[in-house]
């Protein structure tokens, strides 16, 4: 067996350990029975998984190697644990989603088959994909939006050699605009998909009340297309159809991917958080110039900002699926662009005023 196989095992191994860890925990944190149970299934099956993986490295004549959690699997947990299961799920399916794309077909297009037919996670991708986004990944954007354009202005003025007192000021003023700006733009964004998810709904209601028919067959389609077969399709939907009020939920939930009590979420609960979130991400590189100044000031400015990014990228890597060195480098990468070339853009403004 030659290493690139070995390592690919590895490699799957590693995956399967990791899921199988991470749904045990989230099968204890879950707050019903229903989906306990849901998560417990994924994990015994990502455990036979990571299983067939070590017969694979065995047969190969290669060591099983001690596993452990990752650190994103590590802190997917904690987050899980502080701010409930349902903020992570959909950054979990999403991974669940990546590592079984690289899980099936290596880099070398080799291809591997599981022992078991593993589903992807149903019972809470339908559940979460309505909710008002991504909550963990609006939290990283938000942060990285008020982080790199905070530091691109801080470093603009300190380029131009403007005074301290000035960077301070510049960057608290374009902490609080953008926040404004950015919580505004939220509420108008959360709150004009709620008006759609209404009009449509109401649309239904309609339809539902002048041509049940037409929703019959709407909802027999949507079932036959879940695998049910024209007897069973028809059988629910007559079920559904004797509550003209589930029948227009399930209708909505279907049809439109979206809770009828969240319809996406609260506007001002949107509007709220991307203040916070942007305020806390464009507070980095402004907060050395409140206790030192010069030279010190800037040098510390670039500390916090990349202890900033690393912070953003590892979130980043939470719900990309890629490696946490890869979505840390490449998010300094970008972010030293923009900073470097507001910092020159900065010099020659501020050598051209000053003649």
Same mark, same amino acid.
């Given at each position: 067996m030659n290493t690139a196989a070995v390592r690919r095992y590895q490699r799957n191994l590693r995956t399967e350990h990791d899921n199988a860890v991470l749904y045990e925990r989230l099968a204890e944190l879950a707050g019903s029975d229903r989906l306990a149970r849901a998560y417990q299934r994924i994990a015994a099956i990502e455990s036979s998984n990571a299983e067939f993986w070590a017969q694979r490295l065995r047969a190969a004549g290669a060591m099983v190697p001690l596993q452990r959690p990752g650190v994103r699997v590590r802190l997917l947990i904690w987050l899980?644990? +502080?701010?409930? /299961? &349902?903020? /992570?799920? %959909?950054? /979990? /399916? !999403?991974?669940n989603h990546a590592d079984h794309a690289a899980t099936l077909v290596d880099r070398s297009g080799h291809t591997d088959h599981f022992p078991l037919d593993e589903p992807i996670p149903s019972p809470?991708?339908? !559940?979460?994909?309505?909710?008002?986004?991504?909550?963990?990944r609006a939290s990283?954007?938000?942060?990285?939006?008020g982080l790199v354009s905070n530091a691109s202005l801080v470093m603009g003025m300190a380029g131009a050699a403007t005074p301290d007192h000035a960077i301070l000021l510049a960057g608290a003023a374009g902490l609080v605009a953008g926040a404004f700006?950015?919580?505004?733009?939220?509420?108008?964004?959360?709150?004009?998909? +709620?008006?759609?998810?209404?009009?449509?709904?109401?649309? +239904?209601?309609? +339809?539902?009340?002048?041509? %049940? @028919?037409?929703?019959?067959?709407?909802?027999?389609?949507?079932?036959? &297309?879940?695998?049910? @077969?024209d007897t069973a399709s028809e059988q629910v939907v007559g079920q559904l159809l004797d509550t003209p009020r589930m029948a227009l939920d399930m209708l909505v939930r279907e049809d439109l991917g979206v809770d009828p009590a969240e319809l996406g979420g609260s506007a001002y609960a949107a509007a709220m958080s991307s203040f916070?979130?942007?305020?806390?991400?464009?507070l980095f590189p402004v907060l050395p110039y409140l206790f030192c100044?010069?030279?010190?000031?800037?040098?510390?400015?670039?500390?916090?900002?990349?202890?900033?990014?690393?912070?953003?990228?590892?979130?980043?890597?939470?719900?990309?699926?890629?490696?946490?060195?890869?979505?840390?480098g490449r998010q300094l990468l970008i972010?030293?662009?923009?900073?470097?070339?507001?910092?020159?853009?900065?010099?020659?403004?501020?050598t051209v005023v000053r003649g």
């Amino acid at each position: 067996m030659n290493t690139a196989a070995v390592r690919r095992y590895q490699r799957n191994l590693r995956t399967e350990h990791d899921n199988a860890v991470l749904y045990e925990r989230l099968a204890e944190l879950a707050g019903s029975d229903r989906l306990a149970r849901a998560y417990q299934r994924i994990a015994a099956i990502e455990s036979s998984n990571a299983e067939f993986w070590a017969q694979r490295l065995r047969a190969a004549g290669a060591m099983v190697p001690l596993q452990r959690p990752g650190v994103r699997v590590r802190l997917l947990i904690w987050l899980a644990g +502080r701010f409930g /299961v &349902g903020f /992570v799920m %959909p950054s /979990v /399916v !999403r991974l669940n989603h990546a590592d079984h794309a690289a899980t099936l077909v290596d880099r070398s297009g080799h291809t591997d088959h599981f022992p078991l037919d593993e589903p992807i996670p149903s019972p809470v991708s339908g !559940r979460h994909r309505s909710e008002s986004g991504n909550t963990l990944r609006a939290s990283v954007l938000g942060a990285n939006d008020g982080l790199v354009s905070n530091a691109s202005l801080v470093m603009g003025m300190a380029g131009a050699a403007t005074p301290d007192h000035a960077i301070l000021l510049a960057g608290a003023a374009g902490l609080v605009a953008g926040a404004f700006s950015m919580s505004l733009g939220e509420w108008l964004s959360v709150n004009s998909s +709620r008006e759609f998810y209404q009009a449509q709904i109401t649309e +239904r209601a309609e +339809r539902l009340a002048v041509a %049940p @028919d037409d929703t019959r067959r709407q909802l027999a389609a949507i079932y036959r &297309g879940k695998g049910l @077969d024209d007897t069973a399709s028809e059988q629910v939907v007559g079920q559904l159809l004797d509550t003209p009020r589930m029948a227009l939920d399930m209708l909505v939930r279907e049809d439109l991917g979206v809770d009828p009590a969240e319809l996406g979420g609260s506007a001002y609960a949107a509007a709220m958080s991307s203040f916070v979130l942007f305020s806390c991400g464009a507070l980095f590189p402004v907060l050395p110039y409140l206790f030192c100044g010069g030279s010190r000031a800037l040098l510390a400015s670039l500390g916090c900002t990349l202890a900033g990014l690393a912070l953003i990228g590892i979130g980043t890597s939470l719900f990309t699926g890629r490696s946490l060195l890869f979505s840390i480098g490449r998010q300094l990468l970008i972010t030293a662009a923009a900073v470097l070339a507001t910092f020159l853009v900065g010099h020659l403004l501020g050598t051209v005023v000053r003649g």
